[in-house]
């Protein structure tokens, strides 16, 4: 399994973007997938974001409901995060995640920490 996210970059406060990650090896695997993110000075927690299981069903941290939307293209094997209304505190590393297993939407954004195949993430700034 292979994740490559891309679309971060620099954007002031109450703009969005786009973030992309690209997934190779999960075709004809039941799994679940989604987005984390390291926040500055907080090396070694990664934090949920959202997730996506292969029923369309999603789940929302508390943190960016309204602003954030995830989703997929199955066409091209990749998966999205719509950020809009960005605020400094989103300003991190941003992961896609996925757990190979029978898992739902709650366990990804309970325990990060099992998740068993990881990005290299890409970095997203919100600043004036």
């Known amino acids: 399994v292979q994740l490559v996210e891309s679309g971060g970059g620099l954007v002031q406060p109450g703009g969005s973007l786009r973030l992309s990650c690209e997934t190779s090896?999960?075709?004809?695997?039941?799994?679940?997938i989604g987005w984390y993110r390291q926040l500055p000075g907080d090396r070694y927690k990664r934090e949920a974001v959202?997730?996506?299981?292969?029923?369309?069903?999603?789940k929302y941290a508390e943190a960016v409901k309204g602003r954030f939307t995830i989703y997929r293209d199955n066409a091209q094997n990749t998966l999205y995060l719509q950020m809009n209304n960005l605020l400094p505190e989103d300003t991190g590393v941003y992961y896609c995640a996925a757990e190979v297993a029978d898992v739902d939407v709650t366990w990804m954004l309970q325990h990060p920490t099992l998740i068993g195949y990881w990005g290299r993430g890409t970095q997203v700034t919100v600043a004036s």
């Open positions: 090896g999960l075709t004809d695997e039941r799994y679940c």
């Open positions: 959202a997730a996506l299981d292969l029923d369309g069903r999603t």
